[in-house]
């Protein structure tokens, strides 16, 4: 099926997307922490510093609890980090179609996004301790809770695509290449604009950070899922989480950003690859700073079950009404040809 | 955003320059001591700590001519921190010891105790020659 | 995983003694069905520094800087306790202008406790924004109190007889500057902590202690006022200053127009006792007479008529907390016979069991924090033989207490 070339041609690009990811990754986290500092008038962390504490990390003595199941608690990092970097090989980055996207779409992207929350929660009762357990429950419960608004999402614009008469409307690659915004009217824009929000919801909580990071909430489980983690495996969640956090922006740009700078400006072939490469950069720092840096430091962390009726109750509608305008927009195509 | 009412505030505030003081200089320098020497031969800059105010109360300071070697100074002192030498009838401060509370220049009745401005005291160890006032 | 599985089977959470939501150690043990605290008790006792033992040995003079160091953030409310039991052992009359002194000091200080509190509050939420914020504004106090007392934390400004130092003219722009800068800023604050639906989601209705069990825990200050109790001793028993100003209890419902008693009133008191200490320090500064600030400014005079007295005091306060309680015994030595503290962290220990009774795991951090314990204030017993520690059970602890409440009368 596959040939020795595009064999050797995926891994390469792996390659090279793995290094690209853990880097970009850690760029953000620490894009993440200056933003957040200055928000709250303080200056904050160099941008490097996740780099000089994942360098930290490494030195630590890995310890491991006597009552932890010793290959769970040490598989969960590495799965959850090589999950996430899997992810990434689905995704288009800036104009550079995916190695993998000929071979998976949006729906697969869903169920692979689920694999690192698993692993936390397969690590988190691995640990063998209280807090752990609890996190880990907190963290299924939360998993529950915000795939049911993302599948709105995806479904519904990829739904909208379709309407539309484009083909393959669930692989990332259609979905980049027709905009969302050119397709759908004035009522399909407005229920953009809602699964946008729903989308922006989501992604914190894909990331465990606050208002929904009740499965580490530092001040009440200490850590949580993380509290017996520590060296070598602590660094790869980190890591980890660096990568989720270029995923799932790169997930929010691809469905509603696609925009390349080459495909507005003309530009030499050599030139619009990297400037493509610095603008989806741009987009990927703008999506994370509206919905991971500015929710974070703007709110308080909500209880376990507020978590689940926000996301069921107030995200699910807002999704279904979405949903609801896109299919009245594709309904009403006069409205279509009008915009 | 009335709900939210934090938001306009950090917006504001992203914008701004930040609260703190950047003192001794804007991120850890990987070694403090190389970085005082640079300051020392005028490389780098050093951001001066907060002043203090005008009665503040630092590092004591121990005039030993004036001295008559009462010993009032150490029946006050709450931590023990201050010695009386019988053989020279002088006294010596543990500023290891010291809680910086002025009670024993208050009692002094020569007035050859103060307390200057000085607070950067830290050190490894604790019985430096500079924690020592005779 | 069995704990996780085993959903009807109760399963116990330690928490302390120390975890980032407790900022001093004491250790609880929750019982949880699930998410939900079935039942809670706890351990306080893991700070023992003991100061009193400390304070046995020293003189008055002396001990003034010990009390000041019971707490790092009601500094001068233990001073101010311990410093009017002994005046009423040795009869000392404090001068007019001291006490008004005393009193502005510890309204600065009731202003960056309860600030502090209220970003310590934020940063339980998961809020931190707000506890940089808050602590930003809190600064201003600690700015003006540096600058009055000459430190930022331990004071030392208050001594047996009066005050250490002054309030000279120079100094009443410098307070009042921070008073406008505090009014221009309080309306803030409660906008940014009151009207907050992230906040308001987390504390409308959680840790509820009601009306009845806040008069029979015998709760203090404003965990007490929280709940609708109407106790503040800065008006039920006017001490010091206090006898000339108006000071008036603030309950919740001046501001909501209800008591509920949960967690969201513990921070509408507290805000709103900023403005009013604002309003305290600015009726200080008008009323405050010239004169003496302090009964003998000669310290070893003083040491000499700490040393003549006998008797026994009690010097009472309100602390930020509440009330802060001083027992002094003095039989004409150098150091007081005994001293004994009560902090107002020490009375409201007991209202967090039926506060997190029912709450869930999320909530424990807010509630724990809401009746801003001091536990270095409150722990204070230590036995140390020689080399040896020992840990006292119940029954030893009671024995003890017997005999020193009989070698007390004899």
Redesign the interface.
Known sequence: MIGSWELAFIVLSAIIVTIYGIVVGLFLLGVDRKLAAHMQARVGPPIRQPFIDFRKLLIKENVIPENAIPWIFNLAPVMSLASSIVILLYLPIGSIYPPLGAYGDLILVMYLLTIPALCMVAGGFASGSPYASVGAQREMVTMIAYEFPLAIVVVAVAWRLAAAGIQDPFTLGSIAAYPLWSVAGPLGIIGGLLLLLVMAAVTPAELSRIPFDTQEAETELAGGLLVEYSGKNLAMFYLSQGVKTLVMAAIAVAVFIPWNLSSIVTLPEGVALVADLLFFLGKVILVMFFSVSLVRVAMARFQINRVVSVFWMYLGLIGLVGLLLLMADAALPAAGVLA | MSSLPMIPELLRQLMRKPATNLFPAKYLPPSVTEFLQSVASGKAHLTPPVETPPRFRGKIEYQRDGCIGCGLCVKVCPSHAIELLPETKRIRIWVDQCIFCSQCTDICPKGGLHMTDAFLLATEDRYEENLIVE | ?S??SGRKAP????IGPT???LKEPVMFTFEMEG?MIKEVDFAPGQAHRGIEWMGMR??P??????T??ICGICGVSHTFAFARAVEQIAEIEVPERADYIRALIAEFERIQSHLLWAGVA?????????L??TW?VREQSM?VI??LT??RV?Y?IIQVGGV??DIVPEQHQVIEDCLNAYEGVISKLL??FL?????A??CRDVGVLSHREALELCTVGPTARASGVNVDLRQDYPYSAYGDLDVRTILPDQYAGETRGDVYDRIVVRLLEVGQSCGIIRQCLDAMPAGEVTAEPK??KL?AICKKASGEAIGRVEAPRGECFHYVRMEAQEAPHSWKVKASSYSNLMSWIPMLRGE??????IIVASIDPCLSCTDRVAVIRGQRRDILSKEELHRLSVEATRRLQV
């Open positions: 995983m704990e996780g399963y116990i959470i330690p975890h980032p939501a998410e020293r003189n003079v002396q001990i003034v800087h010990l000041d160091r934020a940063h339980e939420l998961g809020f931190d924004s707000l940089h914020l930003r700015d540096e600058n000459g430190n331990n030392g250490r130092r906008e940014l009207d907050d639906r992230s906040i989601l987390r310290i070893a040491l869930q795991i999320a909530d424990i951090p």
